[in-house]
């Protein structure tokens, strides 16, 4: 079921939103947090790699890619290949940012797996590879027959929202979480690890988290309105 309006206004205010919320989480992380490293005796730097991979990979990517699929004024076989490589693309800084959140914990004395966050961000990253794959050989290549494709092309965009929603869910979840940490953190570090509940930090994170559900609105609504011609589910 669609919503019988163009897609286009949609992805337009979604890319507006994206780059907010790029600008945001980097200026948090970088500005507020001291930046970040993958090697460093300060910890905190090793994790500000996972909230910026997870936002700007399986959300903003991962977002772009279902856009790509419905509003770009190219061929379909064209888009279906930026949609693969995008969500490729999503995928791997998705697993990069989950490893710099092990990285940091094990790195510092955390315990992993604790948390409902990082239960649902592995089962995301789970679902979203299955997905890929699916996607990979139904529709890509070895490609199925055109009848296996038709009849699984809807599951297929269906399941891919509902794993959307799920890392979306699973991003606002962490926001809450990491600034539940940072308001509760006693003392003042170098690199500000404190966060008053009215602090500039703390006002930050939160807009970011709004922004950032914005951003996956529009691409959720993006996705069920009409795209230019229509879908043939053939191989790429």
């Given at each position: 079921m669609g919503l019988g309006v163009s897609a286009l206004p949609f992805t337009f205010v979604a890319h507006l939103l994206a780059v907010a919320a790029i600008v945001m989480v980097l200026f948090w992380n970088i500005h507020f947090r001291g930046g970040l490293a993958w090697e460093a005796t300060?910890?905190?730097?090793?994790?500000n790699i996972?909230?910026?991979?997870?936002?700007?990979?399986?959300?903003?990517m991962g977002g772009e890619a279902i856009i790509s699929y419905k509003a770009l004024p190219l061929k379909k076989e064209i888009k279906k290949l930026i949609h693969l490589i995008l969500h490729a693309i999503a995928l791997v800084l998705g697993i990069v940012g989950i490893c710099a959140a092990f990285k940091n914990h094990n790195e510092s004395g955390i315990a992993n797996m604790y948390s409902l966050h990082s239960w649902l961000g592995i089962g995301v990253i789970s679902l979203y590879g299955i997905q890929w794959i699916f996607g990979f050989v139904m529709f890509f290549y070895p490609g199925g027959s055109e009848s296996l494709r038709k009849s699984h092309g809807p599951w297929h965009v269906l399941f891919g929202l509902i794993v959307y929603v799920l890392a979306l869910g699973?991003?606002?979840?962490?926001?809450?979480?990491?600034l539940t940490f940072l308001e509760s953190s006693v003392g003042?570090?170098?690199y500000g690890s404190e966060a008053p509940k009215y602090g500039s930090k703390a006002l930050l994170v939160n807009f970011t988290?709004?922004?950032?559900?914005?951003f996956g609105t529009f691409v959720v609504l993006s996705s069920i309105s009409s795209a230019p011609g229509e879908d043939d589910y053939s191989p790429i």
């Open positions: 300060n910890k905190n730097l090793i994790f996972h909230p910026v991979l997870m936002l700007i990979g399986l959300i903003i699973t991003a606002s979840l962490g926001f809450l979480e990491k003042v570090t170098k988290a709004i922004v950032t559900i914005l």
